[in-house]
């Protein structure tokens, strides 16, 4: 499939600090691709340049092979944004702004599919309210009806789902799947990283402006992802062997709980050898992969529930 997006050395700065630093990478077509990083990564600065809002200082970005600044008619109808503050004219009803928006972007209103947006997305029942009246779970649905209305072949989602309830953001990523199913490429940003790892076939993390990585979900979580070991033991243990120290071990109070940290290279084998040369009696274990909440943390130095949003 055509490449759907490819960025080439990105750079923008504010008053001289670099909000995007030589950032390149490439979408495939038919990807759902995570952008991930803390707070001030460069996130939206990154997403708003490829959606035309923000000028670059440098760089290119490609969508489709259509060069964004030069082509510009041609790659704003190709892409939608959904921004992560709700951006609505107060005082048009949904319907209105459904039925003009596409025009927008010099694409004929098509009646079938508008109504396919509304439906799946739940609007029926608000069509005829002003923007004002909508609750924040109804507001969210809108603007990925609103970034969807000119059938973009990109759809790009910032925080889609902050600040919404457990079933609004079933719905939605149950409805972003669908369309992605149906070929529209998905570029997305979330704090949920249990989402990125479920909805996600590969995740780029930024910090700072800039790429620290780029990988398959599954090869990030396998190459960077530790594994918790829980040993349950059959004889008390009355300290911890120092052997077991770069393992980062704990042991319960009442010494029969063991818990320790297995780097995702190293084999389970080779700590069980290591246990049985400590003499320890083994009643039971346990492991547990650390998923993309352990691997942000390990490339950004912060943890994801503070410094995402
Ligand atoms: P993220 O979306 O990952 O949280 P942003 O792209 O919003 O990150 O911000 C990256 C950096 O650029 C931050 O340090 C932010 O303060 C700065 N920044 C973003 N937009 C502006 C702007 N319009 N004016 C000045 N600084 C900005």
Known sequence: ???????????????????????????????IFGLLGPNGAGKST???????????????ILVFGHDNQSDYRTTRRQV??????????????IDQTLRFHAGY????????????LIERLGLGPHLHKVMIKL????KRRFMIAKAMIHKPRLLILDEPTAGVDVELRHTLWEFVRELNREGTTILLTTHYLEEAEQMCNRIAIMNHGELLALEPTASLVERLGS?????????RLTELPAE???????????????????????PLGELLELCRFLGLAIDDLSTDTAGLEEIFLQLTGNPAKESLR
């Not at 972007?105 to 396919?116: C, N």
């Not at 609750?135 to 109804?138: D, E, L, R």
């Open 135 to 138: 609750s924040g779970g109804t």
């Open 46 to 60: 990154t997403i708003n340049m490829i959606g035309g809002v923000t000028r670059p200082d440098s760089g290119s």
């Open 105 to 116: 972007y010099g694409v004929a209103d098509d009646p079938a599919w508008r109504q396919r």
């Open 1 to 31: 499939m055509q490449t759907a997006l490819e960025i080439r050395q990105l750079c923008k700065a504010y008053s001289g600090t670099f909000a995007v630093r030589d950032l390149s990478f490439q979408i495939e077509g038919g990807e």
């Open 244 to 266: 077991l120290a770069c393992h980062e071990a704990h042991l319960s109070d009442d010494g029969l709980l063991l818990r320790l940290t297995l780097p995702a290279s190293q």
């Open 80 to 93: 939608g944004v959904m921004h992560q503050e709700v951006v609505i004219d107060n005082f048009f009803t």
């Open 227 to 235: 594994r918790q070991v829980q040993i349950r033991l059959a004889v």
